[in-house]
């Protein structure tokens, strides 16, 4: 079943809303309930490591769960939305800010460049979310050289939580949800693009 623009809209909207509750709290596991229960969501960190969660259970304890520990105070603000009611996409933008002020700059500690997700969504038509728009999809992209740069940036201030340092040591294949490419669970390019289902532009022969 087709969503229309309004139904995503709304959608968005209670995301948005869900990101800022997540932010307060500091517990980034209430995103949860708008995945699907087999949603998967990943990101590239270097070319020979991938993240990759499959379905709710992951996203919530993987994703914006170890992924997200630590990071108290850290904010997401989207700065622009494209919405595609056709192929029920969304391309979020979003500046990554740690709430910890640069004594340099009088500024918060900022990752560098562009940030973002890219989310595919859709009707559910079977279980406890029948009828609910859920997030089928998402892929996030940021410059993996840039944050590592910022962490060091803000540790090297003395600024750093105790939460963030102990985050910090969480890292490499031995993470849940960490792969080398050949191993993902699931595709890089979000399963129905990696299909074939959305080609603009056949490719070069």
Request: a negative charge; glycine letters at 12%; proline letters at 5%.
């Amino acid at each position: 079943m087709s969503l229309t623009r309004a139904e995503i809209e709304a959608f968005w909207e209670s995301w948005l809303a869900a990101n800022r509750e997540a932010e307060r709290t500091g517990d980034w596991r209430v995103l949860a309930d708008s995945y699907a229960e087999d949603a998967t969501y990943g990101w590239m960190l270097t070319p020979d490591e991938h993240f990759m969660a499959v379905g709710r259970d992951q996203i919530r304890d993987w994703a914006i769960g170890i992924e997200m520990d630590g990071f108290d105070g850290w904010h997401y603000d989207y700065m622009a939305t494209v919405i595609d009611e056709k192929s029920a996409m969304i391309v979020g933008f979003w500046k990554q800010r740690s709430g910890i002020v640069d004594d340099a700059t009088g500024r918060e500690f900022e990752v560098p460049g562009l940030g973002g997700s890219w989310f595919g969504v859709e009707r559910q038509v079977a279980g406890a979310d029948a009828g609910q728009v859920r997030i089928a999809w998402q892929r996030d992209w940021f410059d993996f050289g840039a944050m590592a740069h910022t962490m060091g940036a803000v540790v090297g201030s003395g600024k750093a939580p105790g939460t963030l340092l102990e985050r910090l040591k969480v890292f490499g294949l031995g993470v849940p949800g960490h792969y080398r490419p050949e191993d993902l669970p699931s595709t890089v390019w979000p399963p129905p693009v990696e299909a074939g289902e959305h080609v603009t532009q056949e490719p070069t022969r």
